[in-house]
Structures are given as structure tokens and as C-alpha cells.
């Protein structure tokens, strides 16, 4: 199976400062079509997961343009500038290259 | 606007079984593959079961296989889990998902608890 390791598990950011999110997977994400199989999800406080970067690098729909992702074959970051309070939850990334389809444990962010 | 409703949750014993649904509105439900993705309290998510459009094949990890069942009636928008021989450690929150390639679209999800 292939692991997902999230760090940090939370971070505290001061609204307005940026936050940076790392996820490293166990075996490249690269599919032979050329697409980084990654994903960005962010579940806010008992919410449903939404998705925010699809493809690695991609902005989903409704998503503002502060989040980023960025990334190698193998090591991910998901990027959020300028954090504003209704950014708070737990972001997960997430490999759909092959199953079993597998997550990574979760940064928590919180708003100093 | 794309909607999945998740209904069939509750509190069952363990070895029993238990049937959701979800209903699926606001796009081409037949145009889609659907996933499970489930997540137990204060815990991370964990896929549970993918399907394609057409419902001819479908896809589980280990934990579930030959236990859980996915399925869909692409007449009635409608995708199911039928969950057989249910354990302590399948108490979760249960997602149903639309699939396309990605999971984008999530539903509110159902509370399964297993327990004696």
C-alpha cells in the first residue's frame, strides 16, 4: 500500500501569515498518462471533506486562490498564504493512483 | 447543485449487518464512479469501496473485502453498502463520494456504531 506521511500534525498560524503543509508518499504518484496523482482535502470542524488541489497543483472549483500545491513525484506541500480564520481544520492529503486508495493522518491548523 | 444524502446509519451488534444508502442529485449520476470513504471518532479517512459507472465492477482494501458489498441503482440515483459481519472497528462516519477520477464531491455522512 502506499503511505502518506502528513508533518506537521498541527500548526498555530497568526491570521494573515502563510502556513505550509508537507506530505511524502512511499512510491512515486506519477501515472504513466503523466498525472501526479495527489490530492488536497480540508475537513473543517464537523464538516464533510472538500477538496482543494486536485492533480497535485490544480485549484477545485470555489477554492480561493491563497491555497497552492506544489510538489515532486514523491513529496508534496500543499501552501496556504495569507491564512484567514475560517481556514481552520484538519487537511489530509490523499493518493488515488492505485488501491487501495490511501490518505495521510491529518495536519491540524489552528489560528493563534 | 450537486447533493449526496446518506441514510441507513444506527447502532447494530457486532456480527450483524447493516445496509446504507445514498441519493444522489444535481449531475449524471450514471456518468460517475462512487466511492465509500469512512472515518471513526476523532480518527483519519479510510477508503472503503469504489465502483464504476456502470456498476459492473467494484473495488474494496482488505479491511472489508468479502464483509462489505457496494452497489447502485443508476435508475434511482441511489448507491448502497451493505455491511456484513460487522466489528467493533467499523463504528465510523460513512461518506458516500462521487468519484470521477477524484473524489470532489462528498455527502454529510451516516454514523455506524457497532457495539453490544
Keep these: 500500500d502506499i503511505v502518506l506521511t502528513q508533518a506537521p500534525l498541527s500548526v498555530s498560524v497568526t491570521p494573515g501569515e502563510s502556513a505550509s ?9 506519477l501515472s504513466s498518462k503523466g498525472i501526479t496523482s495527489l490530492y488536497w482535502y480540508l475537513q473543517k470542524p464537523g464538516k464533510s471533506p472538500q477538496l482543494l488541489i486536485y492533480r497535485m497543483s ?17 513529496d508534496f506541500t500543499l501552501k496556504i ?32 | 447543485e ?29 456518468n460517475y464512479w462512487m466511492s465509500w470513504t469512512r472515518q471513526a471518532p476523532g480518527k483519519g479517512l479510510e477508503w472503503v469501496a469504489s465502483i464504476t459507472n456502470s456498476g459492473g465492477s467494484t473495488y474494496y482494501p482488505d479491511s ?17 453498502l451493505q455491511m456484513n459481519s460487522l466489528r467493533s472497528e467499523d463504528t465510523a462516519t460513512y461518506y458516500c463520494t462521487r468519484a470521477g477520477g477524484v473524489m470532489d464531491a462528498w455527502g454529510q455522512g451516516a454514523s455506524v456504531t457497532v457495539s453490544s
Design chain 1, 58 to 74: 490544480n485549484l477545485a472549483s470555489g477554492v480561493p486562490d491563497r491555497f497552492s500545491g506544489s510538489g515532486s513525484e514523491t
Design chain 1, 81 to 112: 498564504s495569507k491564512v484567514e480564520t475560517e481556514d481552520v481544520g484538519v487537511y489530509y492529503c490523499a493518493q488515488f493512483l492505485e488501491y487501495p486508495f490511501t490518505f495521510g493522518s491529518g495536519t491540524k491548523l489552528e489560528i493563534k
Design chain 2, 2 to 30: 450537486v447533493q449526496l444524502v446518506e441514510t441507513g446509519g444506527g447502532l447494530v451488534q457486532p456480527g450483524r449487518s447493516l445496509k446504507l444508502s445514498c441519493v444522489a442529485s444535481g449531475f449524471t449520476f450514471n
Design chain 1, 21 to 29: 503543509i508537507s506530505c511524502r508518499s512511499s512510491k512515486s504518484l
Design chain 2, 64 to 80: 472489508v473485502k468479502g464483509r462489505f458489498t457496494i452497489s447502485r441503482d443508476n435508475a434511482q440515483n441511489t448507491l448502497y
